[in-house]
């Protein structure tokens, strides 16, 4: 890490896209045992705090580089996030995660200053994540089970929640949970609890055993009676990037998907580095007049079919990106951001997991031994790709086009 050199926070997050690039390669060179141990990525999230690229994490007012909008960057950081994933996949959705929960509470959600300046310092000097413990076995969205009741002096939360991502090295989670007394979310039951993973009543289950995405430490966490104190807890949305106040149009959704479209993205560009470097340094040629497989003609086509593939949806996401930013300072059609966000999310998992689904094609049989882990990048890129289905948004982009039905509204993660 030595060629890397903090960067001191100025402007904007542009000038972190570079240390994202260095990170990407540090990162890869221990991605199969990251892979293979599924243990919490806890060197790479401390080489990222170490370059000081947490500073894309926090508004300006609290010494980061992002102004009152996100929004403003939200490019920038599609790219820094992308760089990340296809250095080590699980890496940058932990980070990612992190960023988008600590925007939030920095910049626009009731936690108190007292409370901000103390999670403030235990960040910067101690490098303390958040994770978001948000998800429940429920089948309509935002409906919980988890609960919580006024106590004296704050609150007391009991549940269960799911695939809290990075939990198993994070020191703090934020959750949804359902006040008591109250029906629903839609009767104005929805509270936010900041609460520490170390508290008395917290169990980490650690029970994340999946095919892919190993390494997020995405564990379910139950909360036994556990006490969160004022200053800590509050009502209603979250605020941060889940609006924009100037257009009053919620547009978390696209922003959200283009972030999970890097991630997925990185994966095919990390299996397409993996493929080369196996092609240049272990096949044989096919053709005794070439030197190596570099020449081979047939691969060669791959390769650039391959290439073009996540360059295209790379192209895509930086679109996507753009069109957030045209409808927060001008307004205009909601669908047309939908629809840029779902054009992103298709063509990158069409892109990586054809990439990483094709690489053992080209590397051969012995690349699939477990030294390699090659099959990490269709592994992971077929777990994210689950997190909605590919397969509703081609319809709802069809339907837009062919007939201008608006896609339902997907503003709101």
Same mark, same amino acid.
């Given at each position: 890490? @030595?060629? +890397?050199?903090? /960067? ?5 997050? =542009?000038? !972190?896209?570079?240390? #994202?690039?260095?990170?990407? *390669? ?65 890496? @940058?959705? +932990?980070?990612? /995660? ?5 925007? =939030?509470? !920095?910049?626009?959600? #009731?936690?108190?200053?007292? *409370? ?298």
């Amino acid at each position: 890490m @030595a060629e +890397i050199e903090r /960067v001191v926070p100025q402007k904007n997050a =542009e000038q !972190f896209v570079y240390v #994202a690039q260095h990170l990407r *390669r540090e990162f890869e060179k221990t991605a199969a045992e990251v892979d293979a141990s599924g243990a919490y990525p806890a060197d790479n999230m401390r080489m990222i705090h170490e370059t000081g690229l947490d500073a894309i994490c926090f508004p300006r007012e609290w010494g980061g580089v992002i102004g009152s909008s996100p929004h403003e960057d939200i490019e920038a950081i599609a790219e820094i996030i992308t760089e990340l994933s296809a250095g080590e996949s699980s890496t @940058a959705q +932990i980070f990612n /995660v992190h960023r988008g929960l600590t925007f =939030e509470l !920095f910049s626009a959600s #009731a936690l108190s200053n007292e *409370r901000k300046k103390i999670l403030h310092r235990e960040m910067m000097e101690e490098d303390a994540r958040i994770c978001s413990p948000a998800a429940e076995p429920t089948k309509k969205r935002f409906s919980f089970q988890t609960s919580c009741k006024p106590v004296a002096g704050g609150v007391a939360v009991e549940g269960t929640k799911y695939f809290a991502t990075g939990c198993e090295g994070s020191r703090y989670g934020v959750a949804p949970v359902l006040m008591e007394g109250r029906a629903s979310v839609e009767e104005g039951g929805l509270h936010w609890v900041l609460i520490r993973l170390d508290a008395e009543g917290v169990t980490l289950n650690h029970d994340w055993d999946n095919m892919g995405q190993r390494a997020t430490g995405s564990s379910s966490i139950t909360f036994n009676n556990v006490f969160v104190p004022d200053g800590s807890h509050w009502s209603g949305s979250s605020g941060g990037e889940r609006s924009n106040p100037s257009a009053g149009k919620s547009i978390s959704g696209p922003v959200s998907q283009i972030m999970m479209a890097g991630i997925i993205l990185g994966m095919g560009l990390g299996a397409l580095d993996a493929m080369c470097k196996y092609i240049r340094e272990h096949v044989r040629p096919t053709n005794p007049a070439h030197k190596d497989q570099t020449e081979d003609p047939i691969t060669q086509h791959h390769i650039g079919r391959y290439s073009t593939m996540l360059s295209a949806a790379r192209s895509a996401n930086r679109d996507a990106a753009r069109s957030v930013v045209k409808f927060i300072r001008q307004g205009g059609a909601r669908a047309d951001v939908s629809v840029a966000m779902m054009h992103a999310k298709i063509s990158a998992i069409d892109a990586a997991i054809t990439t990483a689904g094709e690489l053992h094609r080209l590397c051969g049989g012995q690349s699939t031994g477990n030294k390699y882990r090659l099959d990490r990048f269709w592994r992971n890129a077929r777990t994210l790709s689950t997190h909605d289905s590919q397969d509703v948004k081609l319809r709802q982009v069809g339907s837009y086009i062919l007939g201008g039905v608006e896609p339902p509204a997907n503003f709101v993660t």
